[in-house]
């Protein structure tokens, strides 16, 4: 019995006394290696995979977040709420933005769900600047048409009584698709949604309609900056030197060409690939075409009476590189209306000669022909402007899928359907002949467009607002004349300009245009969506790198967003041909051409290049739809900048954002003064 019990405490001990012998003894070289190797790429491997394209969207990308800025917060205190802030629903189901405008009794369908058109001459998908300034145009001149003027650019546009919130729609009943597209264009200025706008299938027809997932402001275009600024983030003279007709063009090195080339030796599912090199005559008339955008801007806003704080201010641009001798970019510059300006000019344009003399900026230029204007108002004064025409804008409205119509009718049936059908979140359906895409591509399903599928990498910015300054505020209206009026003698107390500088990260700021004095400041860019915490400490050491007094300011509002960016370094305008039919012209040997009779077009991938490209994006969409003769430069974008075929995906954010932490590390080191070899330009 004694030595059984001896023995069953020995079995019980065991266990222990090996744990101790494993603990005590010395591991073998070659097994710890193996056992770290193997953390390592575990690690890796899950890293990899929580970073990857898929994840990420899936982590950062359904965020259905409000507009939570400045510009709203500053709203609300005027208005008592957002406008339409009475039509958020919780049902999930359309809304029709200003519902009350089109009815003719006393029920206020705002709190209620609407039913969505079943046809459509044209849906526009996404309620930002680039969707409002499309639509717009769009009305304007499917109007001026009407009256046989065949350019409106130039301004000669009759508006419709501001009273009467009417639909354009077709002049004549019948449930014939292509025979009421065959029409002209008539604007019934008689008509609102009620049962006396219905066809004989209980379903009211509609030229244009614009679909927004959530609300108008509540994306990337209402919480913008607000820098109205002709050109794009490219300089046009970064644009020319790429050109195949400059000398030298092909040894011209910049991030897209080396993705171009890569993507050249990649199986790639478009022809953009293949697409020719440009040359200066193309950019140049690029840059005329946002000039002209520019001063449409100008007239809508004057036109319409929109009251977004538009403020010609000027701005002004700081380097914190060496200048490069180019004697004749600065007569052209001079012969522009912009100068080129001395480190100390920079300093004082932007309130910074106190500031403690740091030589952060080393020369820069500005240019007075630049506006600022609250991004917000703007945005709801567009849409305003739409439904003035008429044009229907549906919130709370995702587009879920977008194929070709299974089957079209002929056109003497009355049920004859359009070229497309769209397929919303709250389950319904709209048969359109034109469709234009103007979301960032994670916006969209990733079967609606293959050709932008993989044309973005999707990058986060913020700003932050800070208290009210009052007479400590930087930047102040009427200071520095001597400067900002050299070329504009007869303005005696021009305002403060729009600030910003060539960091990779863009530092960018301005005042709010008040008697209390805030400063708006904006930065950074990252790939992934950060913490408030780290957003803030990150957003004020850039504050503080410019204006070290500025350290200790409160911050009263920080906002942000993701931004739709292409790498190709142009916004994306254009038509996605996947959705093109081809047909045969027997008028030219039986060659195959393209039935332009409908179509879907795209106008994304603003990011960093402003409001104005965005009005530009509308005009040229407006005429290629319309097919306005000589109006074509639609084609310029879709020939020369087609979206990308490649972008990194699945790592797209991933590598994206090793680029730009190596580009800030570059910048970083310029201004310690440590000696680097050049990299090839972002843009």
């Not at 965020?63 to 400045?70: G, I, L």
């Not at 001026?144 to 009584?161: E, Q, R």
């Not at 254009?574 to 039935?595: I, L, M, P």
């Not at 699945?650 to 800030?664: K, Q, T, W």
Request: hydrophobic share 35%; aromatic share 8%; net charge negative.
């Amino acid at each position: 019995m004694i030595s059984s019990a001896a023995a069953a405490r020995h079995q019980l001990r065991r266990p222990a006394l090996q744990a101790k012998h494993f603990f005590s003894s010395k591991p073998s070289t070659s097994s710890s290696t193996s056992k770290l190797s193997t953390a390592a790429a575990i690690s890796v491997v899950c890293s990899l995979f929580l970073l990857s394209d898929p994840i990420s969207s899936a982590t950062f990308g359904n965020n259905n977040d409000e507009n939570n800025s400045y510009w709203a917060k500053e709203l609300q205190q005027e208005i008592i709420g957002l406008q339409n802030a009475q039509q958020k629903s919780s049902t999930g189901s359309s809304r029709l933005r200003n519902a009350h405008k089109f009815c003719i009794d006393d029920q206020s369908p705002s709190q209620q769900s609407v039913d969505m058109p079943k046809q459509a001459r044209i849906v526009i998908v996404g309620g930002g600047f680039a969707g409002l300034h499309t639509a717009l145009a769009l009305a304007e001149k499917m109007s001026s048409l009407n009256n046989g003027i065949s350019n409106i650019d130039d301004g000669s546009v009759t508006l419709p009584p501001e009273n009467e919130y009417n639909q354009m729609q077709s002049g004549h009943s019948t449930n014939s698709w292509y025979q009421w597209l065959t029409r002209p264009f008539i604007v019934n200025k008689s008509t609102s949604i009620n049962n006396n706008n219905h066809n004989r299938n209980g379903n009211f027809n509609t030229e244009i309609i614009l679909l927004e997932a959530n609300q108008i402001g509540d994306g990337s275009s209402g919480r913008a900056k607000g820098l109205v600024v002709p050109g794009f983030q490219v300089p046009l003279e970064d644009l020319e030197e790429g050109a195949v007709d400059n000398e030298g063009g092909d040894n011209h090195w910049t991030v897209p060409s080396l993705l171009y080339k890569l993507q050249s030796i990649l199986p790639t599912h478009t022809e953009s690939q293949h697409h020719p090199r440009y040359t200066k005559d193309v950019v140049r008339e690029m840059y005329k075409l946002s000039y002209i955008a520019l001063d449409r801007l100008r007239s809508i806003v004057d036109l319409y009476d929109i009251d977004c704080d538009w403020i010609e201010s000027g701005a002004v641009e700081g380097s914190i590189h060496a200048m490069e001798e180019d004697n004749d970019e600065e007569e052209e510059e001079e012969s522009d209306g912009c100068r080129i300006l001395t480190g100390k000019e920079v300093n004082e344009l932007m309130g910074r000669s106190s500031s403690g003399g740091n030589d952060l900026y080393q020369w820069g230029e500005y240019d007075p022909g630049c506006a600022a204007v609250n991004p917000l108002k703007l945005t709801i004064g567009l849409a305003n402007a739409l439904e003035r025409w008429g044009v229907r804008i549906y919130e709370g409205t995702k587009l879920t899928s977008l194929e070709k119509t299974n089957a079209v009718a002929d056109e003497s049936s009355a049920d004859s359907k359009g070229k497309y059908t769209l397929t919303t979140n709250n389950g319904s359906t709209i048969q359109c002949d034109h469709v234009v895409l103007c979301t960032g591509a994670d916006a969209l399903p990733s079967d609606v467009s293959r050709r932008l599928e993989q044309s973005f990498v999707p990058i986060y910015t913020w700003m932050a607002a800070t208290e009210p300054l009052y007479d400590e505020c930087p930047l102040k209206d009427g200071v520095n004349n001597d400067i900002s009026n050299k070329e504009q003698g007869q303005q005696e107390n021009r305002p403060a300009p729009m600030c910003g500088d060539d960091h990779i990260s863009l530092n960018y700021w301005r005042n709010n245009n008040k008697d209390e004095g805030r400063l708006l400041f904006g930065s950074l860019a990252d790939t992934f969506a950060l913490p408030d915490w780290l957003i803030s400490w990150r957003l004020r050491n850039a504050i503080k790198e410019v204006y070290p007094q500025l350290g200790n300011a409160r911050f009263d509002h920080i906002w942000g967003g993701k931004l739709a960016f292409a790498p190709n370094s142009l916004p994306l305008i254009g038509r996605d041909t996947d959705y093109d039919d081809v047909v045969s012209d027997t008028n030219q040997e039986s060659q195959a051409r393209t039935n332009f009779s409908s179509g879907v077009w795209y106008a994304t991938g603003f990011a960093g290049h402003g409001i104005v490209p965005t009005a530009m994006a509308g005009s040229v969409l407006a005429n290629a739809i319309l097919e306005i003769p000589g109006q074509q430069q639609w084609q310029l974008f879709q020939t020369y900048f087609p979206p990308s075929s490649f972008n990194g995906y699945p790592y797209s954010r991933l590598g994206a954002g090793m680029v730009l932490s190596i580009y800030n590390m570059w910048d970083w080191a310029g201004k310690k003064g440590i000696p680097l070899p050049a990299l090839p330009k972002l843009w």
